[in-house]
């Protein structure tokens, strides 16, 4: 069982910065596939980024390609997501994700995740 809890939401205005951070707890982290995915109200669920076991492979939705970065620390357990140059349609719940499959490469698929965060809230103001 893996538990994970993001921080580092807020409010920022446009064209500004956050860095999210995903901490997990377990030994196995460090063979587990990584995302990131945000909701925004009355909206579904949408992947952002995803992240191979070792920090070599990165995926990226289209929307955030160029302005987020993820990257992980495995002696830290902990995943990122630094985001730039943000927009207001980037608000929303910012959920990190894992999966355990030893099989899985860098993909968007939601319901292959096994276990999420509680997500963290981020506000960009036009």
């Known amino acids: 069982q893996v538990q994970l809890v993001e921080s580092g939401g807020g409010l920022v205005q446009a064209g500004g910065s956050l860095r999210l951070s995903c901490a997990a707890s377990?030994?196995?982290?460090?063979?587990?596939?990584m995302g990131w995915f945000r909701q925004a109200p009355g909206k579904e669920r949408e992947f952002v980024a995803a992240?191979?076991?070792?920090?070599?492979?990165?995926y990226y939705a289209d929307s955030v390609k160029g302005r987020f970065t993820i990257s992980r620390d495995n002696a830290k357990n902990t995943v990122y997501l630094q985001m730039n140059s943000l927009k207001s349609e980037d608000t929303a719940v910012y959920y990190c994700?894992?999966?355990?499959?030893?099989?899985?490469?860098?993909?968007?698929?939601?319901?292959?995740?096994?276990?999420w965060g509680q997500g963290t809230q981020v506000t960009v103001s036009s």
């Open positions: 994700a894992a999966d355990r499959d030893p099989t899985s490469v860098v993909h968007s698929r939601r319901r292959e995740y096994d276990y």
């Open positions: 377990g030994r196995t982290f460090s063979s587990y596939l």
């Open positions: 992240i191979s076991w070792g920090g070599d492979i990165t």
